[in-house]
């Protein structure tokens, strides 16, 4: 079963359903529809691990698209730093990008 995608309907989380799309992840996407706009985003695996925030997610997301779609990079330097298809190259730089898993006990 894919991973369960939670996010705001009033805000849906458009860079990681492209990434998604572009790396051909498959996610069950659950749109909230009463929650406010600022709800974070969490993806939920059948175990009940979590990942929550946008950059978590897209980071799950890039390591596990498809080959062809070289969202992760391709060396080990590249590989740090998520490829967004709405950023130039020279905007991407680097950045330190906080990651948040919640692990059931």
Request: with cysteine; glycine share 6%; charged share 10%.
């Amino acid at each position: 079963n894919p991973p369960v995608l939670s996010y705001s309907n009033a805000n849906p989380p458009v860079a990681l359903l492209t990434a998604s799309r572009i790396g051909a992840v498959p996610l069950k996407l659950l749109p909230w529809t009463e929650q406010p706009s600022a709800a974070t985003p969490t993806l939920v695996f059948d175990e009940g691990t979590q990942l929550i925030g946008v950059q978590s997610i897209l980071r799950y997301v890039a390591r596990h698209s498809s080959e062809g779609s070289n969202i992760y990079g391709t060396d080990a330097l590249a590989s740090t730093m998520v490829r967004s298809p709405f950023l130039s190259p020279n905007q991407q730089g680097s950045r330190l990008i906080a990651c948040q898993v919640s692990v059931p006990r």
